[in-house]
T-cell receptor, first 116, second 114 residues
């Protein structure tokens, strides 16, 4: 069956460019998470959506990062004026239930962003 | 200090060996996840635990809530088990609910040689 998909898989941006990363969660999944994984590190939480509502954006590193999920399905993570320290793999995950309960999270393949 | 610590960071073993990867955490949690990540690949969920022990094929995961410790065991290891194994927890917030996202360890890089 269809899992979580992300696009593009790889993105090279010049410093200062804006980028948009897309996540298609599993159909019907209520929760959607974005994580950032630097090289050699574990992922770190960025933001969480319950349906279309962004309930937690405490992990977004700066106001250059913006995420949306307008119809409660597809989500886009946008990074404005990219910096070299933004280079990382951006992972999207979805789960069936709301964050208030512990559900298994299903991860996408990630988008590897390289800022030159 | 990280809230989730894994050991060892790197592990190389021979095919057939019994493998143990450890995870300790310093906060209250509602669930602990073991995840597998292949190079260049996405993350696959292996187990979600809140107590006791789970088994799936050659993989066994245990958790001791009182000691804030979990282990992932691989029996009869095989080269295809080579991957990064990541422990992640869902932290219980002061409000009593769980955190929205997972908090991850840095991972254990496992190599199984034929």
């Amino acid at each position: 069956g269809a899992g979580v998909s992300q696009s593009p898989r790889y993105k090279v941006a010049k410093r200062g460019q804006d980028v948009a990363l897309r996540c298609d969660p599993i159909s019907g999944h209520v929760s959607l998470f974005w994580y950032q994984q630097a090289l050699g590190q574990g992922p770190e939480f960025l933001t969480y959506f319950q349906n279309e509502a962004q309930l937690d954006k405490s992990g977004l590193p700066s106001d250059r990062f913006f995420a949306e999920r307008p119809e409660g399905s597809v989500s886009t993570l946008k990074i404005q004026r990219t910096q070299q320290e933004d280079s990382a793999v951006y992972l999207c995950a979805s789960s069936l239930g709301a964050s208030g309960e512990s559900y298994e999270q299903y991860f996408g393949p990630g988008t590897r962003l390289t800022v030159t | 200090k990280n809230e989730v610590e894994q050991s060892p960071q790197n592990l190389t073993a021979q095919e057939g060996e019994f493998i143990t990867i450890n995870c300790s955490y310093s906060v209250g949690i509602s669930a602990l996840h073991w995840l597998q990540q292949h190079p260049g690949g996405g993350i696959v969920s292996l187990f979600m635990l809140s107590s006791g022990k789970k088994k799936h094929g050659r993989l066994i995961a245990t958790i001791n809530i009182q000691e804030k410790h979990s282990s992932l065991h691989i029996t009869a290891s095989h080269p295809r088990d080579s991957a990064v194994y990541i422990c992640a927890v869902r932290i219980v917030m002061y409000s009593g609910g769980g955190a929205d996202g997972l908090t991850f360890g840095k991972g254990t890089h496992l190599i199984i040689q034929p």
